[in-house]
């Protein structure tokens, strides 16, 4: 069963830096496209932005476009997809999750259900 392991995170003041991984271990998900959602009410996660296995192509969404970078690092069996953020500000604050859609889907798709496999998310909190 594929596993999605997250670290990073914490507490920044406004202007501050932090960086979020995801390390999937399963091995076939390294053909997964990567995708970065927060939290925003009880129901919905957003779209921050992701990564396509295929050619390593990201998207973002405009709100962080030009702050956050996706990258990624492939070991022997796993696959960690990082996601830099920069320039941070009280509105990033929330619970971040990355998200694996199905093994040789790359488009980066922007709705959550579209990620059938999630991380156990990590608190971003930002002061101003």
């Known amino acids: 069963q594929v596993q999605l392991v997250q670290s990073g995170g914490g507490f920044v003041e406004a202007g501050g830096s932090l960086r979020l991984s995801c390390t999937v271990s399963?091995?076939?998900?390294?053909?997964?496209?990567i995708g970065w959602f927060r939290q925003v009410s009880e129901n919905e996660r957003e779209f921050v932005g992701g990564i396509n296995w295929s050619d390593g192509s990201t998207r973002y969404a405009d709100s962080v476009k030009g702050r956050f970078i996706i990258s990624r690092d492939f070991g022997k069996n796993t696959v960690t997809v990082y996601l830099q953020m920069n320039s941070l500000n009280t509105e990033d604050t929330a619970v971040y999750f990355c998200?694996?859609?199905?093994?040789?889907?790359?488009?980066?798709?922007?709705?959550?259900?579209?990620?059938?496999?999630w991380g156990q998310g990590t608190q971003v909190s930002v002061s101003s």
């Open positions: 399963e091995g076939a998900f390294s053909r997964s496209t």
């Open positions: 998200g694996a859609r199905r093994p040789g889907r790359a488009t980066i798709l922007t709705t959550a259900p579209e990620y059938p496999y």
